[in-house]
């Protein structure tokens, strides 16, 4: 079946430590997106991706880091710099990254991540 | 930059009974809105959507919304409410110069009454 895989789904941190989150997708998508999401807040923009090898900085972009080496990769880091990292954070892919009557946003199943 | 305001964090109704979920949105021009559904510890999937035309949007699981340019408003309707509909709503703008870019409000959760 194609879609976009999430892993793990749920993510404990310690103080101090680095985690990866893992996104995958078999859509053949362009593009790529990390999304946080807190209670009450709806969802914010971390980091796309329209292209391999090219990452751009979303909304909340500060203690994350990504990289884009295949196109049907987009881990996202959550680094010690994130103080507040305890929040459920979905992956999303979209055909070309370009808004249009026949573009959506596919989303992944999601990881909670929370802070030991 | 546009934003988007869901003024109900939490709705009440019961089954077979007519839903009206409100969303306010402020852009400056011709704004793309969405609907997405989701059910707890999942991802978000699309309702329906609206990019120009016909201001009201039929969508899928019997859902639909009116585009009300006067009123910067996209509610989200549904004539009789399912059980299986209870989930947390969003409802989001896209601008044509920001990519994939959306702005989504904070969400709506639906409980549905038996």
């Known amino acids: 079946d194609g879609g976009i895989t999430q892993s793990p789904k749920y993510l404990f941190r310690k103080e101090g430590q680095n985690v990866t989150l893992s996104c995958e997708q078999n859509l053949n998508h362009d593009a790529m997106y990390w999304y946080r999401q807190d209670p009450g807040q709806g969802l914010r923009l971390i980091y796309y991706s329209q292209i391999v090898n090219d990452f751009q900085k979303g909304d909340i972009a500060e203690g994350y880091s990504v990289s884009r080496e295949k196109k049907e990769s987009f881990p996202l880091t959550v680094t010690s710099a994130q103080k507040n990292p305890t929040a459920f954070y979905l992956c999303?892919?979209?055909?070309?990254?370009?808004?249009?009557?026949?573009?959506?946003?596919?989303f992944g199943s999601g990881t909670q991540l929370s802070v030991l | 930059a546009q934003s988007v305001t869901q003024p109900d964090i939490h709705i009440t109704v019961s089954e077979g009974a007519s839903l009206e979920l409100r969303c306010n949105y402020s852009y400056g021009a011709t704004p793309y809105l969405f609907w997405y559904v989701q059910s707890p510890g999942q991802g978000l999937q699309l309702l329906l959507k609206?990019?120009?035309?016909?201001?009201l949007v039929q969508g899928i699981k019997g859902f639909e919304a009116e585009f009300k340019r006067s009123q910067s408003s996209f509610n989200l309707r549904k004539p009789s409410v399912h059980w299986s509909d209870a989930a947390e709503y969003f409802c989001?703008?896209?601008?044509?110069?920001?990519?994939?870019?959306?702005?989504f409000g904070g969400g709506t959760r639906l409980m549905v009454k038996p």
């Open positions: 999303a892919s979209s055909m070309t990254g370009t808004l249009s009557t026949n573009e959506k946003l596919f």
């Open positions: 609206y990019f120009s035309g016909d201001t």
């Open positions: 989001a703008v896209g601008a044509s110069n920001a990519g994939n870019m959306l702005t």
